[in-house]
T-cell receptor
Framework: KAGVTQTPRYLIKTRGQQVTLSCSPI?????VSWYQQTPGQGLQFLFE???????NKGNFPGRFSGRQFSNSRSEMNVSTLELGDSALYLC????????????FGPGTRLTVL | AQSVTQPDIHITVSEGASLELRCNYS??????LFWYVQSPGQGLQLLLK??????LVQGIKGFEAEFKRSQSSFNLRKPSVHWSDAAEYFC????????FGRGTSLIVHP
């Protein structure tokens, strides 16, 4: 069974641009969560989706948004990029929201210049 | 609110030596506890987890962790470290949206 896949793996953008990151969960997994990882703040929860609905959201500005499709694939979008958005964005999937074990993808490394 | 503290930012050990990575947590109820490992450029891989039952938990790659409620700790151990264990290790607490510690970087000397 294939693991969680994230595309692209690396991305370079400039301030003010927007970016869309994609995550394909493990087959059969219906819950997808997104995390931002930076050296300064560590791993921080962004949001979680299940059945195309956002169930939980972390403490991030509205520039960060996401969605989930009927096949459980998820995208996150960051608009009006700032230098501080440079980070590794990790996606994790689980069978159900109540499932306590998440499987992480390799992440997308976003660099904002 | 739940929180996790990993007191050691870096740990250096010699190959073949034993290892213990510390983790202290704050959680209102019986905690769900996790240890993850992250190799450079990779995502997080679950090493082991504790939900209930036996307080000594066995994980993958020869790792184990012990839950001590009285000390609010969940330390990760390995009896003999291999060079391939060099990585970043994260402790996490919580249910399906865990709170992560800041990580401990393990350096292994030959």
């Amino acid at each position: 069974k294939a693991g969680v896949t994230q595309t692209p793996r690396y991305l370079i953008k400039t301030r003010g641009q927007q970016v869309t990151l994609s995550c394909s969960p493990i087959s059969g997994h219906r819950s997808v969560s997104w995390y931002q990882q930076t050296p300064g703040q560590g791993l921080q929860f962004l949001f979680e989706y299940f059945s195309e609905t956002q169930r939980n959201k972390g403490n991030f500005p509205g520039r960060f948004s996401g969605r989930q499709f009927s096949n459980s694939r998820s995208e996150m979008n960051v608009s009006t990029l700032e230098l501080g958005d440079s980070a590794l964005y990790l996606c994790a999937s689980s069978l159900q929201p109540s499932d306590n074990e998440q499987f992480f993808g390799p992440g997308t490394r976003l660099t904002v210049l | 609110a739940q929180s996790v503290t990993q007191p050691d930012i870096h740990i250096t050990v010699s190959e073949g030596a034993s290892l213990e990575l510390r983790c202290n947590y704050s959680y209102g109820a019986t905690p769900y506890l996790f240890w993850y490992v992250q190799s450079p450029g990779q995502g997080l891989q679950l090493l082991l987890k504790y939900f209930s039952g036996d307080t000594l938990v066995q994980g993958i790659k020869g790792f184990e962790a012990e839950f001590k409620r009285s000390q609010s700790s969940f330390n990760l151990r390995k009896p003999s470290v291999h060079w391939s264990d060099a990585a970043e290790y994260f402790c996490a607490v919580g249910s399906y949206i865990p709170t992560f510690g800041r990580g401990t970087s393990l350096i292994v000397h030959p």
